[in-house]
């Protein structure tokens, strides 16, 4: 038990570092994208006059609309795809592994590759989905296909394999988490008052996991939004998503564009972590 | 004769272990059995077989005359209460004590009555709409209980139910739980390792230890006359003694034990010079400085006194080295000092023969 008591100085102290860190690695930068992207005028300086023209031209901009509709249903097919996965093996690990040393050893295979950085894993996709690719040459020599099947690399498809594979253990990481939580006499209650599997899952189990649920698909969410990385290197400069646009207003030096668009994909990531919260209350978990 | 439970020569092994080993079990109607042993005897591991969360490897299981062995637990007709109750944290109290009604498909209206019922007999009414968590281990207690009552199964299996209770309301609920079984007729099967609850509590008991039945019938029966080492020495207030049949004459044995040579009378048994015998004696049947005419006597010395308040108990010391106990009426003087040398001795029909 902690004798340092809420509001207190000490407690105070003890924020102020990481406080004072994200204050000026996270809320001052923000606010500095937020003014620049309000900037009228040509000149890059303090001295211009504060409008909303650069977000009227963008939102004028019918292919840009589309392009925010589109990265929404690109995310959501994401989560869609990894919530599904992430729960059943999660469900998986913890339900149905009952050797402990083998749960340990699936665990870990499952989350190693994730020690390397998301860069890197993006990129080794590329020889795994071209043309003359191992998923290729795979096909090939199991004679399931005559010719190389070009839509891997460079296609939303190729993007949606190589993001599944990074994200899954986000959506099932929580999920773990707290179906390791549920001790077995839950289930077994609910079945000795005649439930049968499919019923206690849906009724007990299921409910209990729905904060690690929600968090997963929040992780997804976040990370799939602003992933610019993966859609870059597999997508080649065929398919763009929002993050990249910042990237291509970025390097074209057009600096309000680029700041606009970071302000409205920062408002999306908040509405749908905002609507995330409302389902499921996350300061709850573990209790 | 119908039986609400039968078990027949049920065998459970968890790779080289076994922990349920030819156990054989009748259970009348509306009986009140308890399955009393030391952790790790089996008899938990017995009651999730009836239940159908084991499967067991050997034997069969039968619930009101039929063979369940091969049905899964929702297809029995049994309810269980788990020792950690179980109770599912995202549900009222309303909705949990409801969740069997709901899985028989009963219709709404008739449900929430009957749950209305329920909550009231069990007087958890006032936490209609709150969560276990808000409970405390009482209210739990009777939740839990609600729960699997208001099924009216044919048995209730029963986990060590009152062990996450507080000392103080185990009494309360044991007298209530009994009344509630008489007045049901509800067979109920209860676990448990502690003899009070055990012998307090049951129609039948059975004694179990390292996965078999030691015995099994009234608590008058265990009590009195105790058929195996075991059960003598589980059940609280016995002197246990191991030997050797010296001597057969007539209704009495002389059994020669590291203590020395005692009379026993031989009861239904037949023991044969020679054979390796034990028996017990209670404890409130020692008395000091015994009189002439009784065969058994034993130099001890006096190690500690305790006081409960009605028994005043003595811890000797045999020559042997072992522990035996003396328990003398409380309200009496006390007639032996702590770290003094006594003679004890007991009434040759206080033995009892193991066997």
């Known amino acids: ?160 394999m190589a993001q599944v594979s990074l994200y899954t253990l986000m959506a099932s990481g929580p999920v773990v988490y707290m179906l390791a939580q549920i001790p077995p006499s839950l289930r077994e209650a609910a079945m000795t008052l005649k439930a049968p599997p499919g019923v206690v899952f849906r ?43 910042i990237l291509n207003f970025y390097e074209g030096a057009q600096l309000r564009a680029a700041a606009v668009v970071s302000v409205v994909l920062m408002a999306c990531m908040l509405v749908g972590t905002f609507i995330a919260m409302r389902v499921v209350d996350i300061r709850k978990l573990g209790t | 004769m119908e039986y609400d439970l039968e078990i027949v020569a049920l065998r459970k092994k968890y790779g080289g272990f076994t922990a349920v080993d030819d156990v054989s079990l009748r259970v009348g109607k509306g009986q009140f059995v308890c399955l009393l042993g030391p952790s790790g005897c089996g008899k938990t591991t017995t009651l999730r077989c009836v239940a159908g969360l084991e499967e067991p490897d050997e034997g069969d299981i039968l619930i009101g005359g039929r063979n369940v062995t091969q049905d899964p637990p929702w297809e029995r007709d049994i309810a269980m209460m788990f020792q950690d109750f179980a109770l599912f944290p995202h549900m009222t109290v309303e909705k949990q004590v409801g969740f069997g009604l709901e899985m028989r498909k009963w219709p709404a209206l008739k449900r929430d009555k009957r749950v209305a019922e329920v909550l009231k007999a069990f007087e958890i009414d006032r936490f209609a709409n709150r969560k276990p968590g808000s409970l405390s281990g009482g209210q739990r207690q009777r939740v839990a209980l609600a729960r699997a009552m208001i099924t009216e199964p044919r048995l209730l299996l029963l986990d060590e139910p009152i062990g996450a209770l507080d000392y103080s309301l185990r009494e309360t609920v044991m007298i209530e739980l009994k009344t509630l079984q008489r007045r049901t007729g509800i067979s109920f099967i209860w676990v448990t390792h502690d003899q009070n609850e055990a012998f307090s509590l049951g129609d039948l008991v059975v004694v179990m230890n390292h996965a078999k039945i030691e015995q099994q019938g009234t608590p008058e029966e265990i009590l009195q006359r105790p058929r195996t080492p075991f059960v003598a020495g589980f059940v609280q207030g016995n002197n246990v003694f191991h030997g050797k049949v010296e001597d057969v004459r007539g209704a ?22 020679g054979q390796a015998a034990s028996f017990s004696v209670r404890a409130e049947r020692l008395r000091p400085a015994p009189p002439e005419g009784w065969p058994n006597r034993l130099a001890t010395s006096c190690r500690t006194v305790e006081y409960f308040g009605s028994v005043r108990r003595y811890i000797l010391e045999r020559p042997d080295g072992e522990v035996m106990k003396l328990d003398q009426f409380g309200a009496e003087p006390a007639f032996l000092m702590a770290e003094g040398a006594a003679e004890i001795g007991w009434p040759t029909e206080a033995g009892v023969l193991h066997g």
Do not use: C
């Open chain 2, 252 to 273: 009495e044995a002389r059994i020669g034990t590291a203590s020395g040579s005692f009379v026993v009378p031989v009861l239904d048994l037949k023991p044969q010079p």
């Open chain 1, 1 to 160: 038990m902690s004798t340092i008591r809420p509001r207190s100085l000490p407690a105070y102290l003890l924020a102020l570092p990481a406080g004072l860190w994200m204050f000026g690695a996270v809320v001052m930068p923000a606010l500095l994208i937020l003014w620049v992207s309000l900037w009228g005028g040509t000149a890059f300086g303090p001295g211009n006059p504060i409008t909303l023209a650069n977000y009227e031209r963008f939102f004028a901009n019918a292919s840009y609309r589309g392009l925010i509709a589109n990265t929404f249903l690109h995310t959501l097919m994401l989560m869609a795809i990894t919530g599904v996965l992430g729960y059943g093996i999660a469900y998986f690990l913890v339900m149905k592994v009952r050797s402990r040393a083998w749960r340990t050893a699936l665990f870990l295979a499952f989350i190693i590759p994730f020690w390397t950085s998301a860069l890197i894993r993006a990129i080794a996709w590329v020889p795994f989905l071209g043309v003359n690719g191992v998923i290729n040459q795979a096909l090939m020599g199991l004679g399931i296909t005559e010719r190389p099947i070009e839509i891997f690399l460079y296609s939303r498809t190729g993007i949606s």
């Open chain 1, 203 to 245: 009724r007990v189990i299921f409910p209990l996991t729905l904060p690690g649920v929600v968090i997963g698909q929040v992780l997804v969410f976040l990370s799939v939004m602003a992933d610019f990385a993966t859609v870059q290197w597999i997508g080649g400069n065929k398919i763009a998503l929002l993050p990249n646009l």
